[in-house]
Structure formats: structure tokens, C-alpha cells
């Protein structure tokens, strides 16, 4: 079922989501698949602020793991970023190649756009970053898939 805003549902239950955005790549050359020996970078990202209804981040980044460890064991290469700051994420991004990128935490929308939560590490509380910031952050760089579990 597509909402006709280029996201599609996955599932039709609310209560855990399923929503993939479809990016049109008409006119762009294909991207090049890897070889199947070469390890998956994954940056997985979790922050969970004091004003936030609390998520248990380390249960989503198990899952993870042995989600991958399940379909490709020792070819897989996951880096977290727990209580993540706009920071963090910035130097982590800056200083290490990723083909997946999973922001694992809240998310808010305000005034139409759309922002993840991170953690403002003065305060521990809230720290807003708005998509658009995300999409140059991310922009450029070889990461074929980037899931935001907001």
C-alpha cells in the first residue's frame, strides 16, 4: 500500500511499523553491487533522551546483530553510537566509510519537517536534527541503505 507521498507500508499493523521511503533513481547510473566477501559496514545510532518515553536501545542493536550474524556471520561490521549527540554523529559519519546507516531512537515532525531526536550531552535532554541537516550529513558518501527506526 503506498500513501502516495513515496513511502510504502510494510505492514498494516500501527503498532509496529513498517515504512519504506521509495526513492525515484530515474536518470542516475546503478549503484554497483559489492562482492559478497567483503565485510558490511553498518553505523547504528541510538540516543534516548531524559524527556523522551524511554526504549530499550541495547535490545534493538542485539537484534541486529544477530540478525546479521544469522545470514552473514564474520562478514558483517557493525559500530554504535549510543546516546548519540549531533556531534558524534557528525565525527562518526566524517571518519569512517558505512553502507548502512540505522537510526535507531525518537523522532518528531515540526511544522512539516521531519527531525531525529539525539541527546544534547550538556543537558541530557533533546536535541533536535532536522532531516534536511541529516541528508547532507549523509550526502556523498557509499551508503547504499539508511533505516530510521523513529
Do not use: C, Y
Request: charged fraction near 25%; charge should be negative; hydrophobic fraction near 45%.
Amino acid at each position: 500500500m503506498s500513501s502516495g507521498t513515496g513511502f510504502k507500508v510494510l505492514e498494516e499493523n500501527w503498532d509496529h511499523r513498517a515504512v519504506v521511503r521509495i526513492v525515484p533513481t530515474i536518470g542516475l547510473e546503478p549503484i554497483t553491487p559489492r562482492p559478497l566477501q567483503v565485510k558490511v559496514r553498518i553505523l547504528f545510532v541510538s540516543a534516548d533522551p531524559l524527556d523522551q518515553e524511554g526504549v530499550s536501545w541495547p535490545d534493538v542493536k542485539a537484534s541486529i546483530e544477530r540478525a546479521f550474524a544469522a545470514r552473514i556471520p564474520d562478514r558483517f561490521e557493525l559500530t554504535a553510537i549510543e546516546g548519540a549527540s549531533q556531534d558524534a554523529l557528525t565525527d562518526a559519519v566524517g571518519q569512517h566509510d558505512f553502507e548502512i546507516f540505522h537510526f535507531s531512537g525518537h523522532g518528531e515532525v515540526i511544522a512539516g519537517k521531519g527531525h531525529l531526536v539525539l541527546l544534547d550531552r550538556r543537558t541530557n535532554k533533546s536535541a533536535r536534527l532536522p532531516a534536511d541537516s541529516l541528508a547532507v550529513m549523509l550526502g556523498g558518501k557509499d551508503i547504499r541503505l539508511a533505516v530510521l527506526s523513529a
